[in-house]
């Protein structure tokens, strides 16, 4: 019987290529061939081995995929290392600098796909603090929190949200009600929760409410705190709708209006000029765009 027929090294390539870039034409220009040929290269890899490497279109491996990738991952590894020469490193670790109630929310509940898509990617994580851009060490990735743009760095805005006005059940009991919330009357009735990291100007602007910002009451400059003083019967906070979904979907915090004002400030992928040179990074960026698309 003859030895199984070890597939050709381009066909190789591209797959290990395409699986980091999920695009063909970036997997091609890596390459420096035509997309079509990275097209042709993945079925006959796929007719060789008798399995579908990509689940999806958008180039989401499959369990076989995945498996698979890792193999070859370390087969071309191997084939890079000069006879003699110390063991090139197994895993390229990338530096990510993430706000907090973002990182809870809406990064770590995803992570579990970057991972398995990317399982020789050391991830070390740290916390980066909204608005003011300060992080504890330097990261080579890092998600900030504002109005943007940013000096000196290269960035992408991969989330917008639109902010409601929230409060606990029994602070709701307590105080209200509140059909709306879109009144001088109604809004006066209230303990308002501030936040740096988003101003009631913005829903009162909408709402027509001729008051200013507030100077008095409860003030937190995290998101997920000032969710929890809500929901602890502090007041009524100004919550961002996908990072505080969970607590709406608790009940630990009910919306008080059917109206939904788009927030002035987003989140941005942050990065160094040439930083993208290093797979595991331009991996990330496209990685993450995908995930929040």
């Known amino acids: 019987m003859p030895p199984p027929r070890i597939p050709p090294i381009h066909c190789l390539l591209s797959f290990e290529a395409l699986a980091r870039l999920r695009s ?3 997997a ?11 097209s042709h290269r993945m079925r006959q890899l796929e007719s060789q081995l008798g399995v579908r490497l990509f689940a ?35 895993s390229a670790k990338l530096r990510l600098a993430v706000t907090p109630t973002f990182s809870r929310q809406i990064l770590l509940p995803r992570l579990a796909l970057f991972r398995h898509a990317y399982p020789d990617v050391e991830l070390i994580l740290q916390v980066a603090i909204p608005l003011l851009d300060v992080k504890a060490e330097e990261a080579d990735l890092e998600i900030r929190y504002g109005t943007g743009p940013y000096a000196g760095v290269e960035q992408l805005r991969i989330l917008s949200d639109e902010v409601v006005p929230v409060c606990s059940p029994d602070y709701l009991n307590e105080a209200g009600p509140f059909d709306g919330f879109d009144t001088l009357e109604q809004v006066s009735r ?13 829903w009162f602007r909408a709402c027509g409410i001729a008051l200013p910002e507030p100077r008095a009451g409860a003030q937190f400059n995290d998101v997920g705190l000032m969710l929890d003083g809500a929901a602890a019967g502090f007041g009524v906070a100004l919550m961002r709708l996908k990072l505080g979904r969970a607590w709406l ?25 040439g930083v ?17 698309a």
């Open 24 to 26: 063909v034409t970036l």
């Open 56 to 90: 999806r279109n958008d180039f989401t491996l499959s369990a076989d995929g995945a498996t698979y990738l890792a193999q070859v991952r370390q087969g071309l590894q191997a084939l890079q290392q000069l006879p003699g020469s110390a063991p090139a490193p197994r």
């Open 276 to 292: 993208l040179e290093r797979w595991e990074c331009a991996a990330f960026v496209d990685w993450l765009r995908l995930a929040l």
């Open 190 to 202: 209230a303990r308002l929760i501030r936040s740096p990291l988003e101003s009631w100007n913005t």
């Open 28 to 38: 091609a220009d890596e390459l420096n061939v035509t997309p079509s040929a990275v």
């Open 249 to 273: 979907d608790n009940g630990r915090l009910v919306r008080l209006s059917p109206r939904q004002v788009a927030s002035p400030n987003h989140h941005f992928l942050c990065w160094k000029p």
